[in-house]
């Protein structure tokens, strides 16, 4: 079924795609589809708040600084400073449109209240308490919805891309989506697409991502052909809520900022042992450190204390980690809390320029499916949310300058077809293997890896893939059998990028290569499709 033309498809309702989308529908007509509901997506679950220079006695050179030493030599300088520089303005903007930041205690048109976070030489993290993402997306929605010129598909899943090839080389002119109600395929042609679909961390056993993560914008641009990089590169949050009854609750790492202390579940404290700057230590080095600590012992978990601080000011700087913490009876402001580490931020993604375009004409990527070239080998705390903003504007930028060159319309897409796929009720089957990913990528890919553990994922991710496929060509495709794809696909590709990287850099550390190789892997792993062997350096 295919609907009229618009003039940008935006796949995906988080920062970037809500900001994209406000700006584009000043003079374009705007779709936004997006898996669920509007709000759910990473961006909503942010928690800490994001980075920018606002203090008169910081400077952006401080920030740069910061950013390229998380980042592990792999940052694109270029990328660093037009976002760093870029970022105040980005910030008004979220500003003007109502987001409410927290300012220090006092009268309401106090100074905001700028937060502290590991790996960051000064206090810059603007939030809003302990529930910034929610505080953003609200105000994102609020002004999203009261523009005519946008049209929102929720419970719509980007399936693939529409691409011909053009004057010029490839174009894309759309999506072919799924409508999650009716399972209906529906062809969506645009000029200009943008993939804004977020991260992957479901992708891993444990992980702070929302089910929406399942990695489908880098799937759907790698199957059209746009190349990927640094998927090695994923951050594990050091400090999860562990509680059986618990799903993927984060403690932010405003906590540590604010003073609390690592322990063994005996008690006795441990980062010290691991790096200079301790809790504050940049979160790859925390997660690992963990790891550690819970492998060499045994531990289930390790301890987060922040019992020794006031408890009124706990309450009020953390309120919904707090709340959260107390409904199952852990009372934050007298005993630690217990914590494990999981799957939080891909740093790789699909290859951008600075503006956001890709390798195929009008495709544009902004926000976590991208690699921009900010993060490098490391992401620093709170830069995604601004790296989300400021590349949502670029993107805006350059498509705007494009679609008044280039006027022509798309061209005429053949429907989806489903061909002679039957329903599908073996749903146990998809249940299974998505465990079976998810564990395999856990155990086998995690925090700490070995060329063998490489190997066998290698070949037991190929032989899912076999039967993937199997099931994907016999069936009438799903919501999940979509998404089981798109996480066999992204577990594909960060293997074949981990196996590349013959050394141990940012956030990737393997036993067989653990010193940094400067001379042979101080560039980007880039994979492509059919290239399963071969990289290139970005
Ligand atoms: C618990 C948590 C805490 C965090 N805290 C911070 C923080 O304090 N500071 C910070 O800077 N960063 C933080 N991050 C990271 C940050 O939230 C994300 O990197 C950022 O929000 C990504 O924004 P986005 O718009 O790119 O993607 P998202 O916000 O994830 O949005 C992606 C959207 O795409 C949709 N989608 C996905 N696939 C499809 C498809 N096939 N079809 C249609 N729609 C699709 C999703 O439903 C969603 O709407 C945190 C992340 C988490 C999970």
Same mark, same amino acid.
């Given at each position: ?105 006092g009268s309401e048109d106090a100074e905001y209240d700028l937060g502290m976070e590991g790996g960051h030489s000064h206090r810059r993290i603007l939030h809003a308490s302990d529930a910034t993402g929610q505080e953003i997306i609200r ?92 998927l090695e590169f994923f951050q594990f949050h050091p400090t999860c809520l562990f509680h059986p009854r618990a799903r993927s609750f984060l403690i932010s790492e405003a906590l540590r900022g604010e003073g609390a202390i690592l322990r ?76 494990? &580490? ?8 699909? $290859?951008?320029?600075? %503006?956001?375009?890709?390798? #195929?004409? +009008? =495709? ?53 077809? &489903? ?8 749903? $146990?089957?998809?249940? %299974?293997?998505?465990?079976? #990913?998810? +564990? =395999?990528?856990?155990n086998y890919v995690g925090i700490v890896r070995s060329t063998r553990r490489l190997d066998r994922a290698r070949r037991r991710i190929a032989l899912i893939q076999e039967e993937i496929r199997d099931y994907y060509w016999n069936f ?63």
């Amino acid at each position: 079924m295919s609907t009229p033309p618009v003039d940008y498809l935006i796949i995906g309702s988080g920062i970037a795609g809500l900001s994209l989308a406000l700006k584009a529908a000043r003079h374009h007509s705007v779709t936004i589809v997006t898996k669920d509901r509007l709000p759910e997506s990473n961006s909503a679950y942010a928690q800490g708040g994001i980075a920018s220079v606002w203090d008169p006695e910081d400077s952006f050179a401080a920030h740069i600084q910061d950013t390229l030493t998380a980042g592990a030599g792999l940052c694109h300088l270029d990328v660093v400073e037009a976002v760093v520089s870029e970022g105040p303005e980005r910030i008004h903007e979220l500003i003007a449109l109502g987001t409410n930041f927290s300012r220090r205690p006092g009268s309401e048109d106090a100074e905001y209240d700028l937060g502290m976070e590991g790996g960051h030489s000064h206090r810059r993290i603007l939030h809003a308490s302990d529930a910034t993402g929610q505080e953003i997306i609200r105000a994102l929605i609020a002004a999203v919805r009261q523009q005519p010129s946008i049209t929102i598909l929720e419970k719509h899943m980007g399936v693939d891309l529409l691409t011909a090839s053009g004057p010029s080389g490839s174009e894309c002119w759309g999506a072919y989506v799924l409508d999650l109600e009716t399972n209906q395929v529906k062809t969506l042609t645009a000029r200009v697409t943008a993939l804004c679909a977020g991260g992957a961390g479901k992708v891993y056993l444990y992980t702070s991502n929302p089910d929406v993560a399942t990695g489908d914008g880098l799937a759907m641009a790698y199957r059209a052909g746009v190349p990927v990089a640094n998927l090695e590169f994923f951050q594990f949050h050091p400090t999860c809520l562990f509680h059986p009854r618990a799903r993927s609750f984060l403690i932010s790492e405003a906590l540590r900022g604010e003073g609390a202390i690592l322990r063994r579940p005996g008690g006795a404290p441990f980062m010290a042992q691991y790096h200079p700057r301790a809790e504050l230590a940049p979160r790859d080095v925390v997660a690992r450190a963990i790891d550690r600590e819970m492998k060499t012992h045994g531990f289930p978990h390790v301890l987060l204390d922040i019992s020794h601080r006031d408890a009124d000011f706990l309450r009020q700087r953390f309120p919904s980690i707090f709340r959260h913490c107390l409904e199952f009876d852990i009372d934050l402001t007298k005993e630690p809390i217990p914590v494990v &580490p999981a799957a939080h931020y891909l740093c790789g993604g699909v $290859v951008t320029d600075l %503006h956001g375009a890709t390798a #195929i004409n +009008r =495709l544009y990527a902004a926000g976590e499916v991208a690699m921009t070239g900010l993060h490098g080998a490391n992401r620093l705390a709170s830069n995604s949310l601004l790296e989300a903003v400021v590349f949502a504007h670029r993107v805006f930028c350059h498509a705007e300058t494009f679609l008044a060159i280039d006027t022509r319309t798309p061209p005429a897409f053949s429907d989806w077809n &489903p061909g002679q796929a039957v329903s599908n009720d073996e749903m $146990v089957v998809v249940t %299974h293997t998505w465990e079976e #990913i998810r +564990r =395999l990528m856990w155990n086998y890919v995690g925090i700490v890896r070995s060329t063998r553990r490489l190997d066998r994922a290698r070949r037991r991710i190929a032989l899912i893939q076999e039967e993937i496929r199997d099931y994907y060509w016999n069936f009438l495709v799903t919501g999940d059998l979509l998404e089981l794809r798109n996480l066999a696909t992204v577990a594909e590709l960060i293997i074949r990028c981990a196996s590349l990287r013959r050394e141990s850099r940012g956030l990737h550390y393997t036993l067989d290569y653990p010193e940094t190789n400067d001379q042979h892997w101080g560039h980007d792993t880039v994979v492509e499709l059919d290239q399963a062997n071969n990289h290139t350096a970005g």
